[in-house]
């Protein structure tokens, strides 16, 4: 079932922040940020395993307790295996290193075959508490994590992870299932294969309004062609959209701050939030099928949703298209 059938709203909640994402998040402002979500109207959730071995997933099965199960959407994601054993060496997880450095300091090891698949929609049954896994993406399987051998992880998961969750969904364990990546390239190979039928995508950072172009160009079009989806993670591309210091979950480069400003200066002088923008911008395109920003603030969820509800004059964009900050085929807002 292709993800636009099944995502309740355009405004989901993305839950890596809850995993201690760059910083350590008390318990109760983590269980509020998600009450937060739920009582501004949300009823999507995306989570994985990865997110402080496994401490998102718990914090998100806590803050849902007791909610009725066919109000919501459940995502998470299969790849990576958390451990009962604890890590004594420091994590290395390329570009992504030392992110959740405050999460759980369980083991979390890669495995995109079968075995692993089955393995980790279980263990995040358990740590989700619920009977059902909505959505289940394969993580992470680019060049981001993996470098040059991302080839042979994707062909891993190949002849694993996709197998055994067409599998799954065809004997509706799951809802649905495709690739939650950083980057384009996995999305078009696993688009160009035959043998598997994904219902969608989860895409982080790559169509924001600070980088869009090849998402535009290579992977928009074929996904719209399909009937299918793309869940949009990121929008703020790491905060640094709206004022923070990182891009691509490191300090951003004096080009991409250049950029911001740029947008920001626009921005102003028609009284537009740059959340606004964002989110916006990202939902435009007919592909997109929801934005999910993370939080780890109950405060940051009311300006989302405020965000989604502002209107933004039209002159705003065409001066955005002239500026030569947004692609000139990207689809705007009316």
């Not at 910083?23 to 395993?49: C, H, K, M, Q, S």
């Not at 263990?123 to 508490?129: A, E, H």
């Not at 896994?133 to 062909?155: M, N, P, R, S, T």
Request: with cysteine; charged share 25%.
């Amino acid at each position: 079932m292709a993800l636009k059938d099944i995502l309740p709203s355009r405004l989901g909640f993305g839950a890596a922040p809850l995993g201690n994402m760059f910083r350590a998040i008390p318990e109760e402002e983590a269980l509020a940020t998600v009450n937060a979500a739920w009582d501004n109207g949300i009823r999507y959730f995306d989570n994985a395993p990865f997110y402080g071995a496994g401490l998102a997933e718990i914090r998100m099965g806590q803050a849902l307790a007791g909610r009725p199960r066919d109000k919501y959407v459940i995502s998470t994601k299969v790849g990576r295996i958390v451990l009962d054993e604890l890590d004594e060496t420091p994590r290395d997880n390329g570009e992504k290193s030392d992110v959740f450095a405050h999460g759980r300091p369980n083991k979390v090891v890669n495995d995109y075959s079968a075995d692993a698949t089955l393995r980790s929609i279980e263990d995040s049954l358990k740590r989700l508490n619920t009977e059902r896994i909505d959505i289940a993406f394969v993580h992470d399987v680019a060049q981001d994590f993996y470098g040059d051998e991302w080839l042979g992880k994707f062909e891993e998961a190949r002849t694993g992870a996709f197998r055994a969750l067409d599998r799954l969904r065809d004997e509706g364990v799951i809802g649905a299932w495709g690739l939650g990546v950083n980057r384009v390239e996995p999305i078009e190979l696993l688009l160009e294969l035959d043998e598997q039928c994904p219902d969608g995508f989860l895409l982080a950072g790559r169509y924001t309004l600070l980088d869009h172009d090849r998402a535009l160009q290579r992977v928009m079009p074929l996904v719209s062609e399909r009937g299918l989806g793309i869940v949009v993670g990121g929008p703020y591309s790491s905060g640094a959209l709206v004022g923070g210091p990182n891009f691509e979950y490191a300090p951003a480069t004096p080009e991409i701050l250049f950029k911001v400003a740029a947008i920001k200066a626009i921005a102003d002088a028609h009284g537009v939030t740059m959340k606004a923008a964002g989110l916006q911008f990202a939902l435009a395109n007919p592909a997109v099928a929801a934005v999910i920003p993370g939080a780890s603030r109950p405060s940051r969820i009311a300006e989302d949703s405020a965000a989604l509800a502002e209107t933004i004059p039209a002159e705003f964009w065409r001066e955005l298209r002239a500026a030569g900050l947004v692609n000139p085929a990207a689809p705007l807002p009316a």
